[in-house]
DNA sequence: TTATATTAGTTGCATAACTAACTATATGTC
DNA sequence: GACATATAGTTAGTTATGCAACTAATATAA
């Protein structure tokens, strides 16, 4: 049911985290520096990709909480810089997968440094037990309200 | 330092949570069977008003988490659908104060019903201390990342 | 096997976001 | 008073979001 979907403008920074966001700024004004103009919302497509390459859109979409038409458009932008490009499944012609380029591949290391970089100042006094309790009230306000049909 | 600013597109959910999500949602919906069309942008504005009515654009934008661009364009449209009006300040002419039409101000009391009842249902089994250490948490990730000029 | 429904993706439309450049009013300093 | 600076708001440009209507390919059912 395409209506189940969660969506993007809504639990953005909930499900990303205050953490994730300082991320994104901080690779961005990087890349940016070296002539890379990548806004937030293309790290996040290009975040998936490096855990696994070659997702549909569709899983795309899923995984990082975008309807199917902003998923398109985001992807058009990113093909545009030429760091991401489709390839029409075999298995069924109506999938594009999402594959990396030798462009955006480098590009992992760095990221993956400054993110740990920035996680690890952003959540320098916080325990593991307060982590797990704010991940828990989350998934539990989450619970109440998907139950009532309001996420 | 207006670079001081938060931005409304990073912290949105954070500062106002899933719940008040929520709360959008189902005002929004309420809402549009009585032929009203509001956004959830919209709602934010309108929260504020109904708190404090006659607020400049710039004080709106700042409990809003909006620059002042994006204040603009919501008050442009609010001001279409004739739900908030502009009045010039008469003691400085630069400012714009803000004000709710008599069309807006019934919304008030079914809004803040709706919300009552959505928090309820978003906090049902979640305790007082949770919800404090949730605060606190962010506070603190907030307050690491700020000084490290990060949000 | 043909008709029907479902699925993946695209496109059009309106709203909204941020940056940067701009106008107009106010303030501060000499 | 005159000039520089700061402040409130608007406008232009680009990207992003969600909804709804659409195309094309696949799956299901008669």
Redesign the pocket.
Known sequence: MSNNQF????LYSVVNGMATTAVARRLQKNFRNAGLDI?I??WSVLYHLWKEDGL???ELGNRTF?????T????D?LEKQELVM?VASKE?????LVYLTDIAKPLQQITYELANQTMNEALLDISKEEIDIVKNVFQRVYDNLTNKDLL
Do not use: H, P, V
């Open positions: 969506k993007r403008g809504e806004t919302e293309q549909s859109q569709l975008r309807d199917k038409a902003s398109t458009r985001l992807i932008n489709r069924d012609r109506r999938i594009n």
